[in-house]
């Protein structure tokens, strides 16, 4: 995740108006051209942030249901929360990311 906040608001650069508060940009949203651009800008600051992840049984039942949909998995609508834990589980390689 990469996060810019402007010196000035909508200051401009590489096709954005950067706001002056802190806007959250998925890793793939620039190309390493346009962050090496984003980067030398003295009006942006610009940080990588590493995403968190969360273990499915922190998720809520929503949340998890949200995630396996994101998934295409299919899910009874009155799953349990074990249920839908195990679902994430054997059909995710690693923790999800907090959104």
């Given at each position: 995740?990469?996060i810019i906040?402007s010196?000035?608001p ?5 096709g954005?108006a950067h706001p002056?508060?802190?806007?959250e940009y ?7 051209k346009?962050i ?9 600051h610009v940080e990588?942030a ?7 049984e922190?998720?809520t039942i ?6 396996l949909n994101?998934l295409?998995?299919p899910?009874?609508?009155n799953?349990?929360?074990?249920v ?9 390689a690693?923790p999800?990311e907090?959104?």
């Amino acid at each position: 995740m990469i996060i810019i906040t402007s010196k000035r608001p909508d200051f401009r650069r590489c096709g954005v108006a950067h706001p002056k508060e802190p806007v959250e940009y998925p890793d793939d949203k620039f190309s390493e051209k346009e962050i090496a651009v984003l980067e030398a800008e003295p009006m942006l600051h610009v940080e990588h942030a590493i995403a968190k992840t969360v273990a499915p049984e922190d998720m809520t039942i929503a949340k998890l249901k949200e995630l396996l949909n994101k998934l295409e998995v299919p899910y009874a609508n009155n799953a349990t929360k074990p249920v839908l834990i195990d679902l994430v589980k054997t059909n995710t390689a690693e923790p999800p990311e907090e959104d």
